[in-house]
C-alpha cells in the first residue's frame, strides 16, 4: 500500500531560523505529485507547495523551498526565516498520476506540529 | 471568488439525529471531496465526485450520504448521528480529477455528537 510517513510529530524553530521537515513516501509509480499543506490555528487548509516527480528541479515558494529526492523517496520542506504565522500542523501528501484510474486520491501523512518561538 | 464555502462552522448533534453539511466552491472545479480530521489519524476521506452526478466512496463512507446534482453543490448527509462522527470535516474540490491541480479546502466543520 501506498504511504506516507512524517517522522517528527512536532518541532520548534526560533523565529528567523531555518526549520525543516521530513516527509518520505512509499510508491511503484515513477510519475506522481507531492504537496505540502499547512493549517493554522485558524484550521484552515493551505497549499504550501507542490512537486511533480518528473521534474527534477527543487519546487520554491518565496521562504519554503523542497529538498526533493526521488530514489529515496524523500520530500522534505524547509521553512527560511521562519516567522511567527509559521506556526501550524504541516501535512505532507502523495497523489498517483492520472493513469491510476480511481486510486487518484491524495494520501496524507499524520501532519508535524511546528511552532514558531519568538 | 469565494472558493469553498462550508456551513455550518459548528454544530452539536445529538445521537440518532440528522443533518446535512453544505459545501459550494465557485471554481467550476469538477472534482469535490469530503474529508474527515481526527487527532493522530490525519485526514481521512468520506466520499468524493468528479462530476455532476457521479459519486464515489473513499476510505470511511458508512454513515454518510452525498450527492452532486450541480457542479457546484457537494452535501454530505449524516442519516443517524453517532458518537464516532465527532470530528472536523472539511469540504476539497479540484479543478479537475486529472492532473496536478491542488486541492481548495472549506474553512472546516467542527461536529460534535453527544
Known amino acids: 500500500a501506498q504511504t506516507v510517513t512524517q517522522s517528527q510529530p512536532e518541532m520548534s524553530v526560533q523565529e528567523a531560523e531555518t526549520v525543516t521537515l521530513s516527509c518520505t513516501y512509499d510508491t511503484s509509480e515513477n510519475n506522481y505529485y507531492l504537496f505540502w499543506y499547512k493549517q493554522p490555528p485558524s484550521r484552515q487548509m493551505i497549499l504550501v507547495i507542490r512537486q511533480e516527480a518528473y521534474k527534477q528541479q527543487n519546487a520554491t515558494e518565496n521562504r519554503f523551498s523542497v529538498n526533493f529526492q526521488k530514489a529515496a523517496k524523500s520530500f522534505s520542506l524547509k521553512i527560511s526565516d521562519s516567522q511567527l504565522g509559521d506556526t501550524a500542523m504541516y501535512f505532507c501528501a502523495f497523489m498517483n498520476p492520472v493513469n491510476a484510474g480511481n486510486n487518484r486520491k491524495l494520501i496524507w501523512g499524520l501532519g508535524t506540529s511546528l511552532a514558531v518561538n519568538p | 471568488n469565494a472558493g469553498v464555502t462550508q456551513t455550518p462552522k459548528f454544530q452539536v448533534l445529538k445521537t440518532g439525529q440528522s443533518m446535512t453539511l453544505q459545501c459550494a466552491q465557485d471554481?467550476?472545479?469538477?472534482?469535490m471531496s469530503w474529508y474527515r480530521q481526527d487527532p493522530g489519524m490525519g485526514l481521512r476521506l468520506i466520499h468524493y465526485s468528479v462530476g455532476a452526478g457521479i459519486t464515489d466512496q473513499g476510505e470511511v463512507p458508512n454513515g454518510y450520504n452525498v450527492s452532486r446534482s450541480t457542479t457546484e453543490d457537494f452535501p454530505l448527509r449524516l442519516l443517524s448521528a453517532a458518537p464516532s462522527q465527532t470530528s472536523v470535516y472539511f469540504c476539497?474540490?479540484?479543478?479537475?480529477?486529472?492532473?496536478?491541480?491542488?486541492?481548495?479546502f472549506g474553512n472546516g466543520t467542527r461536529l460534535t455528537v453527544t
Open positions: 471554481m467550476n472545479h469538477e472534482y
Open positions: 476539497a474540490s479540484r479543478e479537475t480529477e486529472g492532473g496536478n491541480s491542488p486541492l481548495h
